[in-house]
């Protein structure tokens, strides 16, 4: 089922990401594109198998609930687009 | 200086041991090369006051009796997908524009700590998602093979910057990351050796993420004993990648010789798809040879479920990297453009930032994950990739590696194989599988097309046996006799 322009807005407003409208037909066609080729999964029967959800069956190691880092504002600020007192800096949000 | 840059690692290493040349004269003799090869666009960054600090450093250790082993004083190309402390990483994305890491990722402070030179960080498709490294914001590489007809070919991606610069000898290796065949595709294209270890031989700590669960670090180099060097630095646990494995390193350089007598090499017949390139299938046919002439057995074996791999990557990468993708808002680094509210601000970043590949994938992973889509394709994906993981359980059982072409095809010219984003996607048709097992793969050039370009060819071998995937590659390097790089102009 090919995907309509709504839909593809409402995706991208989930994700976060504007769209310009002249880029709307041939990305809403690519991703319709896309979807109806991995519609071929459904002819698998996977009835009895259970997902698998890691690259690896390794049962994953837990380490010491400590704190083991810190300390380390500056540079951890140091990238931000735009710093305020010590902190990162947004537009306001609470009016 | 051309001498310095045509030597193998391995030699290399020789040479500063005899101290018929120290790290310094290796380091400029390969920073000119970069110098006199810009064309390629092989590299974002170059940086050569990091190289020459470190070939000096080299140097004085060497002079003082207390050289660290094979990698000291070797000079290599870093994937720019791989944080490094003060020097910009971008993931060939504007939306990481001034981003300079304030830490260094685990793979490459092990380089490092083994004594590596970095000459500069290579090119990549954006987030390392593509197969011809046309994605990358700064620009496409040339394939040091091309141009052919009169046009410039792609190297292959994602790690297209990293294999044109092995290639054209511009760094004796390079680090790659391959997540669905990100460094065993270009390996082909351009000829050199790539290796894909098992998911959880490298630790993914300071990789810039993609999809996860499948992510994996490797080298890639001229030589399969070059892989095997670099491979053994790299590799180890880390207790900051959760996903690390716990298992000591082998000194895969010292096991590769000898005979592979009793060896098992599995052809899977799933792998002859319609329409093959009959030099493809022709290729194959002689590695077979090549293995049985060396000693082993040749047994035919079935992965029921090959076809449905790309379609199954195609939903669980995207799923992935949408998540991992989410925390690129304009707030903690690289680009934000303003917008009057948070959420506006963060759109306009997202919008302006990501190309339209990575706008893709991201915008179908927050699909096929997002409410009333997510079993019919999330869960379904995650299946399939049991039951093909279990198809290689159950091949491994009966062989000990599996032999099949890396790529579909030769290098293709830039521009081309792009009028649907799935075309793209099928020249991964022979690498994904292994990517979605976590298996280790290996591309070993193994010949050349019909137009005189490099095909490769590929072996798959049980979790954490890269050794024998190493060996049975080293067969086929014997065997091949493939031409030392690319014609020089």
């Known amino acids: 089922m090919p995907l309509d322009h709504a839909t593809v807005r409402t995706i991208a407003q989930l994700a976060r990401i504007r769209i310009p409208d002249e880029d709307m037909e041939g990305l809403a066609g690519e991703l319709s594109t896309i979807l109806a080729w991995v519609e071929q999964l459904r002819e698998v029967d996977t009835e009895a198998v259970a997902p698998m959800t890691s690259g690896t069956d390794r049962v994953l190691s837990l380490r010491d609930d400590v704190v083991t880092d810190g300390g380390m504002r500056d540079a951890i600020l140091a990238n931000a687009p735009e710093v305020v007192d010590g902190f990162f800096a947004v537009p306001k949000v609470v009016e | ?489």
């Open chain 2, 1 to 489: 200086m051309t001498a310095l840059t045509g030597l193998t690692i391995a030699e290399a290493a020789r040479g500063l041991a005899a101290k018929s040349f120290s790290a310094r004269e290796l380091a400029e003799a390969h920073l000119d090369a970069i110098a006199a090869a810009r064309d390629l666009n092989a590299f974002i960054c170059e940086t050569p006051d990091v190289a020459l600090d470190r070939a000096d450093a080299a140097d004085a250790r060497r002079a003082a009796g207390g050289a660290l082993g094979p990698l000291d004083g070797i000079p290599i190309a870093v994937k720019d997908l791989f944080c490094t402390e003060g020097v910009p990483t971008t993931a060939g994305s504007h939306i990481l524009n001034g981003f300079v890491p304030p830490y260094e990722s685990t793979v490459t402070a092990n380089l490092r700590q083994a004594g590596a030179v970095m000459l500069g960080k290579a090119n990549l498709d954006e987030f390392a998602m593509g197969s011809a490294n046309i994605t990358s914001h700064y620009g496409p590489v040339k394939n040091p093979w091309g141009p052919r007809d009169g046009r410039d070919l792609v190297p292959g991606g994602s790690s297209g910057g990293s294999a044109a610069a092995v290639s054209a000898r511009l760094a004796l290796g390079a680090t790659g990351t391959d997540t669905g065949g990100s460094i065993r595709q270009p390996a082909s294209f351009c000829g050199i050796v790539g290796l894909k270890p098992t998911y959880g031989r490298c630790s993914r700590y300071g990789i810039i993420a993609f999809a996860s669960s499948l992510d994996q670090a490797g080298p890639m180099t001229r030589t399969v004993g070059d892989a095997a060097l670099m491979l053994a630095a790299m590799a180890g646990h880390d207790a900051r990648d959760s996903t690390s494995a716990p298992l000591a390193v082998p000194d895969f350089a010292a096991a590769l010789d000898g005979s592979l007598r009793g060896l098992k090499i599995g052809i899977p017949k799933e792998y002859r798809i319609d329409g093959m390139a009959a030099e493809i299938g022709a290729l194959w046919d002689k590695g077979m040879a090549w293995l049985e002439a060396a000693g082993a057995e040749v047994k035919a074996v079935s992965l029921p479920h090959t076809r449905y791999a790309l379609a199954t990557y195609y939903i669980i990468a995207p799923a992935e990297a949408s998540s991992n993708l989410a925390r690129y808002d304009g707030v903690r680094y690289g680009l934000r453009v303003d917008g009057a509210t948070l959420d506006e601000m963060y759109m306009n970043t997202r919008g302006q930032g990501f190309g339209t590949e990575v706008r893709r994938r991201v915008l179908i992973g927050t699909y096929v994950l997002s409410a009333g889509y997510y079993d019919a394709y999330y869960l379904k994906a995650q299946k399939v990739r049991a039951l093909i993981a279990a198809d290689f359980r159950e091949a491994f059982r009966e062989v000990d590696v599996i032999l099949t072409p890396t790529a579909p095809s030769d290098a293709f010219a830039i521009g081309e194989r792009m009028d649907d984003p799935v075309t793209m996607y099928l020249n991964d048709v022979f690498t994904v599988p292994t990517s979605l097992a976590g298996l280790p793969g290996i591309s070993v050039p193994a010949g050349l097309s019909a137009r005189g370009l490099p095909l490769g060819l590929q072996l798959i071998g049980r979790p954490f046996d890269e050794l024998t995937v190493l060996k049975a590659a080293r067969a086929i390097e014997d065997a091949a006799g493939f031409p030392a790089g690319p014609p020089t102009p």
